[in-house]
């Protein structure tokens, strides 16, 4: 007993193998779809068999049909020796093989004619040339690389055609000349139409048996896509390439994740979305060398990391993904926080292991707090978060003539409390904090731009003097800020 998957290859009664041939005249055969030009040369030929068409008709997902069918094969096996027969070669883009081998691990593929044979003779070019494979239906920008050449098989309905077409306008100009091959390898049957990708719903009509081609981008390290930043890097630690970038490490570039990171954080305070652009791509940069440095190790793949994500936010959104409900945004963030918590094996809620070390300390203060709060451990209402403030300020004020070790701990606690009160407040104290330091900023430059006006330094003066000068500066703030509420230039 045991599972043969042969390949029907992309059309042709004679891309059939002699091997596929003979299995499929001497055990029951199950099709994967019936929705196959040689088919009916089989037919023909007196060949009987099952198809799983049935299962696309009441299906949701595709990942759900492949499941189902693999689920199919595998229980026909227990019965006794079958044969699973799919289009195109059993090698190449067929999810429903890789579903039926995790089943049925000894199941033995059969190697057949794939649908890149065909499609690259139709086209004029060599797949050892760097060519990408995907799949329409799950296309991801960041997995392309402009400067490849890619298929992109299974584009089986316009509205599909429409979806790619936008994916790619992403990374390509709409003049990019593209083809659309349809029905490659099959005799009477194939077409290749070469148009711009602006214009590729008029290159159809699109099918099962259609697949685009992308020819490479001459200047591709333009394109934004994080396949040419890889490119870039890559070249950047090979030999030849840069040295500052060939001796980093995790460690060595972890202050840079830190400080690009907070210049995100600062580009988001200013509204200003040009810089934001541009720093939300220093931020990148680091991910593509973290990634870029674990994959030489063999740890994991920038794929790995993308993956990993995906997975992560539909594990994490079941309201969405899944049949949980979760009318509200604190209904979200409670079923967020229960499966991160499971995730990382501390179920109880308020587990004060799910905040990381690494944030920065008010960040991390307010995270603690609130994790703590979940569990039950908070105050009943805010006065007794404002006593506590109050309480910390008394016992500041008694270290004081105290040891130094001693300030800082009544120092910490005072903060710590400080923070709790801006949690009460639904206030981010990190944001707080750094707010008040921009406004520090501004109102000490202004104290000098205003001491210069005058020529006076401000080391000579008085305290009673560097109070007004200060005092002027907030007014001065106040007053700009009303008239730009107002409309007017200031």
């Known amino acids: 007993m045991g599972v043969d998957v042969v390949g029907l290859g992309p059309g042709r009664p004679g891309h059939l193998t002699g091997e596929a041939i003979a299995l499929l005249g001497r055990f029951p055969v199950i099709l994967r779809t019936a929705r196959h030009p040689t088919v009916e040369h089989l037919l023909s030929q007196g060949l009987r068999f099952t198809a799983c068409d049935d299962i696309y008709a009441d299906a949701t997902d595709f990942a759900s049909v492949y499941r189902r069918i693999a689920q199919r094969v595998a229980a026909a096996a227990e019965g006794g020796s079958v044969v699973y027969a799919v289009p195109g070669s059993p090698c190449v883009a067929e999810a429903s093989v890789s579903e039926l081998k995790r089943l049925v691990p000894d199941a033995v593929i059969h190697p057949a004619v794939s649908f890149v044979d065909v499609v690259a003779a139709a ?4 797949p050892v040339s760097g060519l990408g494979l995907f799949d329409a239906q799950t296309l991801l920008v960041a997995e392309l690389d402009p400067g490849r050449p890619a298929l ?5 309905s316009d509205l599909l055609a429409g979806h790619v077409k936008l994916t790619l306008l992403e990374l390509y100009t709409p003049e990019h000349e593209v083809a659309v091959v349809r029905a490659a390898g099959v005799p009477g049957g194939e077409t290749v139409s070469w148009g711009a990708l602006g214009r590729l719903h008029a290159l159809g009509p699109f099918d099962h048996l259609t697949t685009l081609y992308l020819p490479p981008v001459a200047d591709a390290a ?6 040419s930043l890889m490119s870039i890097l890559s070249r950047l630690r090979g030999a030849g390439g840069c040295p500052w970038d060939r001796q980093q490490t995790h460690t060595s570039l972890r202050p840079f994740v830190l400080e690009e990171a907070a210049e995100v954080a600062e580009a988001i305070d200013s509204g200003d979305a040009h810089n934001l652009c541009d720093e939300l791509g220093d931020l990148l940069l680091q ?3 973290h990634a870029l440095i674990a994959a030489e190790a063999g740890d994991f793949t920038l794929a790995d990391v993308i993956r990993s994500i995906a997975r992560k936010m539909v594990r994490r959104h079941p309201h969405v993904f899944g049949d949980v409900t979760a009318a509200s945004p604190q209904a979200v963030v409670a079923n967020w926080e229960r499966i991160k918590a ?3 094996g501390h179920p109880e809620p308020g587990s004060l292991l799910a905040v990381p070390g690494g944030l920065p300390a008010l960040a991390r203060s307010q995270r603690l707090q609130e994790q703590a709060a979940r569990a039950g451990f908070d105050w009943p209402d805010a006065s007794g978060v404002l006593a506590k403030l109050e309480e910390e300020l008394a016992e500041v004020r008694e270290a004081m003539a105290g040891d130094t070790q001693r300030q800082a701990g009544e120092l910490g606690d005072l903060i710590f409390a400080a923070v709790n009160v801006a949690r009460w407040c639904g206030v981010e104290a990190e944001t707080a904090a750094a707010a008040a330091a921009v406004r520090f900023t501004r109102r000490f430059r202004s104290m000098e731009a205003a001491a210069r006006r005058r020529g006076l330094e401000l080391d000579r003066l008085s305290l009673s003097d560097l109070d007004d000068l200060w005092e002027e500066a907030k007014t001065e703030e106040r007053s700009d800020n ?7 230039q200031g």
Do not use: T
Request: hydrophobic residues 35%.
């Open 123 to 126: 086209v004029g070019i060599d």
């Open 152 to 156: 992109l098989a299974q584009i089986y």
């Open 222 to 227: 333009s394109r934004g896509s994080m396949a």
């Open 287 to 289: 991910v593509g060398l």
């Open 342 to 344: 499971g995730e990382r």
């Open 482 to 488: 009303g008239r730009h509420a107002c409309g007017e």
